[in-house]
C-alpha cells in the first residue's frame, strides 16, 4: 500500500501521521514544538518524526512521499520559510525541503499550514465541490487560505491567504507580527478574544480573573452578559472582515475551521448573519459560510496529500 508522511509544524505541537490516498491516517505520533528551544531543534525533532514513521510502516507499504506544512510564510518555489514570527522564533529562513530531501531522499512538498488545510478540505472535505473558497482558520491566531479555479493562490512567492492581517479599523491597537492596526487576528483569534475579554473585565473586575477564549466562548453560551458583548464585537469584527474577502473574491463558500469554530451553530449562525448584513446581495447569495469538514486533524491529513495534490514543485 501506498503511504504519504504528513508533517504539521505549529507553535504549540507537531504532529506527524502516515496517511494513505484516501486520506486516512494510519499511524500518528505528536510532539510539542517546544519552539523557545531554536529552530534546530525543531528541525531535529521533524527529521526524528519522520524516520518514526518511516521505521514503523508496515512492510510492503510504500512511501510516495513527505508533505509538510508550517506555521509562517512558506516560499513555495524551494519549499523554506520565507518569515515566521514569534510563533517559531528563528524559523525564518529554514530550508525544510532540502533538508529533508537531504536526508530520507524522498521528494518532500512545503507550504504554509492554512494553505495545506485548504488542500485537506478540498479533497476530503467542505472544499470539494467547490472551484472558488476561502479557508479561515481560528486558533491562537487567525489564518487565511485562498483557492481560486480549483488551485491555491500563492502571490508572488506563496505568502498570499494572510488574511488575518487584513485591518478592520485603523485605529485600531498596533499588530505585533506585522506592524499595521486593528488586524482580524486582534478580534477574532484565541489571543484576540482573550484580549477582548480582558479590556472589558479590566473595567467591573475585582478579582484578578483572566479568562482564556475557550472560558468566555463557554459563558457566552450560557447568556452571560460580559461574555456576550465581547463576543458581539468579535462576531462583528469578523463579519466585518468575511465580508470583504466574499466581495475581494466572489467565493462559492466561506470554510471556518480552527478550535475557536468548533463552538458549533451559534457561532457560525451569528457569523453569518453579521456577513449577511455587511455583504452585497449577490454576493453574499453566491456564498455559503461552511465549518471546516476535516476537523484537527486537517493540517497533517492535507500536509500528507501535497504529495499527491497541489503539491509545490510536483
Ligand atoms: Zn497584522
Not at 514570527?85 to 528563528?90: A, D, N, Q, S, W
Not at 537531504?102 to 488545510?117: L, M, Q
Not at 465541490?129 to 500563492?154: H, W, Y
Amino acid at each position: 500500500m501506498e503511504f504519504a508522511i504528513g508533517v504539521d509544524i505549529g507553535g504549540t505541537k507537531i504532529q506527524f501521521a502516515a496517511v494513505n490516498r484516501e486520506g486516512a491516517i494510519m499511524e500518528r505520533q505528536l510532539m510539542l514544538t517546544e519552539a523557545l528551544l531554536g529552530p534546530q531543534q525543531l528541525v531535529d525533532k521533524v527529521l526524528a518524526g519522520i524516520e518514526g514513521m518511516i521505521s514503523n510502516l508496515t512492510p510492503g507499504g510504500r512511501i510516495a512521499g513527505i508533505g509538510i506544512g508550517s506555521a509562517g510564510q512558506i516560499d513555495f518555489r524551494t519549499g523554506s520559510v520565507a518569515f515566521a514570527g514569534e510563533t517559531l522564533p528563528g524559523w525564518t529562513g529554514t530550508p525544510i525541503k532540502r533538508l529533508v530531501e537531504e536526508r530520507f531522499h524522498i521528494p518532500a512538498y512545503v507550504d504554509n499550514d492554512v494553505n495545506v488545510i485548504a488542500v485537506a478540505e478540498k479533497v476530503f472535505g467542505a472544499g470539494r465541490e467547490f472551484e472558488s473558497f476561502v479557508v479561515i482558520a481560528l486558533g491562537t491566531g487567525l489564518g487565511g487560505a485562498i483557492v481560486e479555479s480549483g488551485q491555491l493562490v500563492r502571490g508572488a512567492f506563496g505568502g498570499a491567504g494572510e488574511l488575518g492581517h487584513v485591518s478592520v479599523d485603523f485605529n485600531g491597537p498596533r499588530c505585533p507580527s506585522c506592524g499595521n492596526y486593528g488586524c482580524i487576528e486582534l478580534y477574532a483569534s484565541g489571543t484576540g478574544i482573550a484580549r477582548l475579554g480582558a479590556e472589558s473585565l479590566s473595567a467591573g473586575a475585582t478579582a484578578a480573573w483572566k479568562p482564556n477564549s475557550r472560558e468566555i466562548i463557554e459563558a457566552w453560551l450560557q447568556g452571560e452578559p460580559l461574555a456576550g458583548d465581547v463576543m458581539d464585537r468579535v462576531i462583528r469584527a469578523l463579519g466585518s472582515a468575511v465580508a470583504g474577502f466574499i466581495h475581494t473574491f466572489n467565493p462559492e463558500a466561506v470554510i471556518i475551521g480552527g478550535g475557536v469554530s468548533e463552538t458549533g451553530p451559534v457561532f457560525l449562525d451569528a457569523l453569518n448573519e453579521a456577513v449577511q448584513a455587511r455583504t452585497s446581495a449577490a454576493m453574499s447569495k453566491a456564498c455559503r459560510l461552511l465549518p471546516a469538514y476535516v476537523g484537527t486533524d486537517a493540517g497533517v491529513i492535507g500536509a500528507a496529500a501535497q504529495v499527491w495534490h497541489y503539491g509545490n514543485n510536483r
